[in-house]
């Protein structure tokens, strides 16, 4: 007990230490979404589909290469006749990814289990220098 006392300091730098080297992995397992990398690697090695739910407007001035579009309004009407194989993966996509986010909850009640977030959406995407169409 004495060395707890007289080292309460250096222990509670190595939890705050260990915190801080954890919470990017917890993070991660609530769902943030995958990353710019990894989508590329879903696209060409599982053949996903990306899937932007933004506004035809907003998607006409540029989206993901080989996107299809479905509005996050129009998601639970239009999805399953747009993406027919509910097995591939599916990554959502918007301008910053907070509308992904919402579609996530939509696209995995209509029981496409392997549907993800693109984490930082579209912003991200072009900060990595991925290729962009209008």
């Excluded at 589909?49 to 035809?56: A, G, M, R």
């Excluded at 549907?115 to 290729?131: D, I, R, S």
Aim: aromatic content about 4%.
């Amino acid at each position: 007990m004495k060395f707890l006392i007289d080292n309460w300091m250096l222990i509670s730098v190595a939890l705050a230490s260990g915190a801080m080297l954890l919470w990017p992995a917890l993070k991660g397992a609530t769902g943030g979404g995958v990353s710019t990398a990894e989508a590329v690697q879903l696209i060409n090695r599982e053949r996903a589909v990306v899937v932007d739910v933004c506004e035809t407007e907003e998607f006409a001035a540029g989206h993901v290469g080989g996107a299809k579009n479905v509005p996050v309004g129009q998601l639970e009407q239009r999805l399953p006749e747009v993406v027919k194989n509910k097995t591939v993966p599916l990554i959502l996509v918007c301008a910053s990814g907070a509308r992904a986010n919402r579609a996530l909850g939509v696209a995995k009640k209509l029981g496409y289990d392997k549907a993800q977030v693109l984490a930082g959406g579209l912003k991200a995407w072009k900060e990595a220098n991925l290729p962009v169409e209008r």
